[in-house]
């Protein structure tokens, strides 16, 4: 990515007094009952807030939260102006784009937060969820208009766009790749997290040190799998972990009870498990896990992965596993931990985690933890100052790793319309 496209490159030379900036961030924090569990994306994103307030800027922030359509609750924004208050900015929240646009001209210092964008029907079309889906030419003309109207009300709000929502840049939303294109490229931006992110993430891309071992664990298994096919070719060992793995055991006719499989993606089990072998990539499984009975939040015991019974569902890595992939992380020179695996909402299921975690504030080497709770339960546990870098990206993160290009990336290097 040229750095001409880098906020932090051009900020001295702009003047943004008055100037509006729509800015779009991934405070795609997770809410319990109106409380943000984890605040670490809205910690990252406040230099951001800060470098466009100390130039004059008006700062519009537009963000999605959980994905309201596929699964309940979709929670509207507004849970987050409490957090902006108590951190002391003025904060005010306007669900309507009209209004939004009329308000973005008062009061210079106080924040405008939009509603949800997962709430409007431009934001988002099933091909958003699909990351190799081509391009945003090839959505379908219905979802192409709706997609365009929307991109264009968010526009209006704006002088300027800037995209600092890294964790959110694989995707291919409205307010992702096609509101950058409808401004001047003299008034568009990425900003200084997507550059720090690009710089750190750029370290396990380029030449990484070796061995290299990837930990791969939590669902969105569909997203994950087509990325692992891709990472087989950089890494030297490849640690699975609930929930990703009961797919790759169910291919192999290994039991797993009432675990989590998406079977929609099970057929590019055997093309890693055969890249794999090709190229000298050791897949380890777990020996032993953590499980639940009955269902995710019943009654926990350990079994060994041979053992698990049928109304077993994994959740973590057992004991003897815990060691076993000690063993293997401390012979790393490079790590990088994708997927957080347990209940969150039971400590006690995230011991397994824990000490993945702690074995990899051991390494002398460089290792990289990304994804929201992945980064939340290393904070629960005091190692979060032991990894080397906490990334704020889940899914993008694990796409740039991968070396597929971001659509939030690529919507930059197009002419503006
Ligand atoms: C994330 O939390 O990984 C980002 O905010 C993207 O969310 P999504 O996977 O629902 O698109
Ligand atoms: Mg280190």
Not at 8 to 25: M, P, Q, V
Request: proline share 5%; net charge neutral; glycine share 8%.
């Amino acid at each position: 990515m040229e750095e001409t496209v880098f906020l932090t490159s051009h900020i001295k030379d702009l003047d943004l007094t008055g100037e509006r900036i729509l800015l779009r961030l991934d405070l795609n924090v997770p809410v319990v009952g109106n409380k943000i569990i984890n605040d670490h994306k809205i910690k990252q994103a406040l230099p951001t807030i800060d470098m466009l307030q100390k130039k004059g800027a008006k700062v519009i922030i537009m963000t999605h939260i959980g994905r309201p359509k596929e699964y309940p609750p979709g929670f509207s924004t507004k849970h987050l102006i409490p957090w902006f208050k108590q951190n002391g900015y003025v904060a005010q929240f306007e669900p309507n784009f009209d209004k939004a646009k009329m308000e973005s001209y008062k009061n210079p210092n106080d924040i405008l937060l939009l509603e949800n964008l997962r709430f409007f029907d431009g934001e988002q079309n099933e091909g958003h969820f699909t990351i190799f889906a081509q391009d945003i030419a090839i959505i379908g003309d219905k979802q192409d208009v709706k997609a365009h109207l929307f991109a264009k009300n968010l526009a209006d709000i704006g002088d300027y766009y800037v995209n600092d929502a890294f964790g959110a840049m694989h995707r291919h939303d409205t307010s992702i790749t096609l509101v950058p294109q409808l401004f001047d490229p003299k008034k568009r931006f990425l900003g200084p997290l997507v550059e720090r992110e690009s710089l750190m993430l750029s370290k396990l891309v380029k030449n990484p040190e070796q061995p290299f071992t990837l930990i791969m664990g939590g669902g969105k298994i569909k997203d994950k799998l087509p990325l692992l096919a891709k990472l087989v070719d950089k890494v030297d060992t490849i640690l699975l972990c609930p929930a990703i793995v009961f797919t790759f055991s169910k291919f192999l006719g290994k039991k797993i009870g009432k675990s989590l499989v998406d079977d929609s993606v099970i057929s590019i089990v055997p093309d890693i498990l055969k890249k794999a072998q090709e190229k000298g990539v050791n897949i380890l499984f777990p020996l032993d896990y953590q499980a639940a009975t009955d269902n995710f939040n019943g009654p926990l015991s350990y079994t060994e992965s041979e053992a698990i019974e049928h109304n077993h569902v994994g959740v973590s890595i057992g004991p003897k596993t815990e060691g076993y992939f000690k063993d293997e992380i401390l012979k790393s020179k490079t790590i990088f931990f994708n997927g957080a695996f347990g209940n969150m909402n039971k400590n006690k299921t995230l011991e397994g985690m824990k000490h993945i975690l702690e074995a990899m504030g051991e390494i002398n080497g460089f290792s990289v933890v990304g994804g929201g709770d992945s980064v939340a339960v290393a904070n629960m546990f005091g190692i979060a100052n032991k990894i080397d870098y906490l990334s704020t990206g889940g899914g993008a993160t694990l796409t740039y790793v991968s070396g597929l290009e971001l659509p939030g990336l690529k919507a930059f290097e197009k002419e503006s319309t």
